[in-house]
C-alpha cells in the first residue's frame, strides 16, 4: 500500500488526523527549494517505513500551520517535520537540519518497517523543467539565460518532491544543500562541463 501523504488544511483536519493515526508525521511545506530538498530526504525514509504524514502548505493552509504552532509550543519553521505519538510531539526538525542523519535514529526507535518499499507520491511536476530544457536544447534560449531561468525556477520550487527527483534536478547548476542556499555561489554553467550534453542527459532520465 503507498504512503499515506494528506494535506491539511484547518486546523479540524489537523486534529482529526493526529486522533486517527497514533503514530504520525507532520510536515510543513514552505515556499522555495529547502522545501523540496527536505521532503526529499523524508521520502527515502517513508518507502521503508509505516508512518502516515499530514503535509501543510504554510502560505495556503495558515491557520492549520499555527494550530500545530500552538498545540505544541514548536516555532514554526519550514520545512518542517513533527513526528507525533499518541498525538503529543516526540521529535521535530527543520530547514537544513532535516537529514537521513537526524532522521535515522528517530525512524529506528518509533516507526516500524514496512514489509515491502512503497512508492511515495509527492505533489511534483517536473514537466516545465522539461518544457524549459526542451527550448534551450532547440536554440530559443542562450546558455547565461537558460541558466538564469532554471536556477530561478529550481529556488522557488517547494514541491514535495522524491529524493531521486530532486537530486536530478539539482545536478545541473549545483545541489542548494551544499551551498545552504547560496544558488549566486554557482559559477558559469561551462565549468561543469558541456551544459547542453548534460542538459540532453538529464531530460532523458526525467
Not at 142 to 155: H, I, T
Request: charged share 20%; glycine share 8%; with cysteine.
Amino acid at each position: 500500500m503507498s504512503q499515506v501523504l494528506i494535506p491539511l488544511t484547518t486546523p479540524d483536519e489537523v486534529e482529526t488526523f493526529l486522533s486517527q493515526y497514533p503514530l504520525a508525521g507532520v510536515f510543513k511545506a514552505g515556499t522555495c527549494h529547502k522545501t523540496m530538498q527536505g521532503f526529499g530526504v523524508l521520502e527515502t525514509f517513508l518507502k521503508d517505513h509505516e508512518l502516515p504524514v499530514g503535509f501543510i502548505r504554510v502560505v495556503d493552509w495558515r491557520p492549520a500551520s499555527n494550530h500545530v504552532a500552538a498545540r505544541t509550543g514548536i516555532q514554526h519553521q519550514s520545512p518542517q517535520l513533527i513526528m507525533f505519538k499518541d498525538g503529543e510531539p516526540v521529535f521535530d526538525v527543520d530547514n537544513w537540519d532535516i537529514t537521513p542523519e537526524a532522521l535515522e535514529p528517530v525512524f529506528e526507535q518509533y516507526v516500524p518497517a514496512r514489509q515491502e518499499a512503497a512508492q511515495v507520491a509527492g505533489d511534483g511536476n517536473v514537466e516545465p523543467y522539461r518544457q524549459l530544457m526542451r527550448q534551450y536544447i532547440d536554440g530559443q534560449l542562450p546558455d547565461w539565460q537558460f541558466q538564469e531561468l532554471y536556477v530561478n525556477m529550481f529556488r522557488d520550487d517547494a514541491s514535495l518532491r522524491s529524493q531521486r527527483e530532486f537530486e536530478l534536478l539539482s545536478r545541473l547548476f549545483g545541489d542548494p544543500d551544499a551551498y545552504h542556499g547560496g544558488l549566486h555561489q554557482l559559477g558559469a554553467p561551462q565549468q561543469r562541463g558541456d551544459l547542453k550534453a548534460r542538459v540532453q542527459d538529464l531530460l532523458a532520465q526525467l
